[in-house]
């Protein structure tokens, strides 16, 4: 296991033409949404049920029978990739959301974003101390989301096992902001 | 038309899930009973059989698309796509689809709101379902099944977790059949 982890995501891309079809569908749509951005887009790959399924297969198999009991989503975009994984490895699925979406009583966590702050919500309830927790979301860019989802769960007693991502633009360092959690993606945009 | 007159009467799968439904008064605002169901996304029995009731329904019925409204119709739509092997295509609220979309307007209470589909995404002659966790007066579903239909896709049905009491008796909407799990919950001092 430890030799696996030490291979480069290109080791990974070469070799598995799974990831290759993955990252295949991946649509890269430039100066979204402002002038410099290249958006990475992943409304093409889910309408490939063959890669969408890929994708999903990938993480399930990853995370199946290690005992994970959460899977917290990243809205919008982590509710789409959250769920099919809850299913498949029987886990509840826990939706973290912009302020004032989620009825009834939340906690907050405020992150960082280039210009002003944001935040990120989760129901109180949802997620018991000691449970085994991930964090699914599309894309990891600078980390901020992430770190704000991390910060959630652990404040209620969960444990994070890992953060999930389909897509890591490493550039940006965001796996540093992470609190020497592990991050796993399936695809590096450069 | 309700599931319970439609094929799965004295289904328990249908208790269970309804049972799984939190109700919140007064949100978002005085005098809406909200129907909560992220406390359904938290019971993994009851949301697999959610999934699994609209997966035996439309696994036959040669679907290519399953289109889901933003947000609520993420955690739902893409485990049925999965299953069926349609592809998923996001219905999303103004601006957070990348590239060239098509937008439809629809009435809310006060005001107008607008939901967005990629060009592209469907293709003419395609067979479609819309998925969301609840109808209440039809408004965004009914802007849905015109996005579809403005790309030329057959929309077979809209499938929805809850239906409002506006509804009930509707067999269906814009003409197109609507599909309903459960009821609104009442407040029963749970």
Not at chain 2, 144 to 165: K, P
Request: glycine share 10%; proline share 6%; charged share 25%.
């Amino acid at each position: 296991m430890l030799v696996r982890e030490q291979l480069t995501m290109s080791d990974y891309r070469d070799k598995d033409p799974l990831i290759h079809g993955i990252q295949s569908k991946i649509r890269v749509v430039p100066n979204f949404p402002k002038p410099g951005i290249m958006f990475q887009d992943i409304t093409t790959l889910l309408l490939d049920p063959k890669a969408f399924k890929d994708t999903i297969d990938l993480f399930v198999e990853r995370y199946k029978g290690k005992n994970i009991s959460v899977v917290a989503g990243i809205e919008a975009r982590g509710f789409i990739f959250g769920p099919p994984i809850a299913l498949e490895i029987g886990a509840k699925f826990v939706p973290l959301r912009k302020p004032k979406k989620l009825p009834g009583k939340v906690i907050s966590e405020e992150y960082v974003l280039e210009y002003g702050k944001d935040c990120l919500e989760m129901h109180v309830g949802a997620v018991e101390p000691g449970e085994r927790a991930l964090v699914v979301d599309d894309l990891i860019a600078t980390g901020g989301t992430l770190c704000a989802a991390m910060q959630l769960l652990e404040r209620v007693g969960a444990e994070v096992v890992e953060c999930a991502c389909v897509i890591e633009l490493p550039d940006l360092k965001g796996r540093e902001r992470l609190n020497g959690k592990p991050l796993y993606v399936l695809v590096e945009s450069h | 038309m309700f599931a319970a007159e439609n094929g799965l009467k004295g289904d328990p799968r249908l208790q269970a899930i309804s049972n799984a439904i939190r109700v919140v008064p007064h949100f978002p605002k005085q005098g809406i009973m909200f129907q909560d169901i992220t406390t359904l996304l938290l019971d993994h029995k009851a949301f697999k059989h959610t999934v699994d009731i609209f997966v035996e329904r439309y696994k036959d019925m040669d679907i290519s698309v399953v289109a889901g409204v933003e947000a609520r119709g993420f955690m739902f739509g893409p485990s049925i796509a999965l299953a069926i092997g349609a592809k998923f295509v996001p219905l999303r609220k103004p601006k957070k689809l990348p590239g060239e979309v098509i937008a439809e307007a629809y009435e809310l209470e006060y005001g107008r709101d607008c939901l967005e589909m990629h060009v592209g995404a469907v293709e003419a002659g395609e067979r479609a379902i819309v998925i969301d966790d609840l109808v209440a007066t039809g408004g965004t579903l009914s802007a849905a099944i015109r996005l579809l239909e403005r790309v030329g896709a057959q929309v077979v049905e809209c499938g929805c977790v809850i239906g409002l009491r506006e509804v009930k008796g509707q067999l269906r909407l814009n003409g197109k059949p609507l599909y309903i799990l459960v009821e609104p919950r009442e407040i029963d001092g749970c």
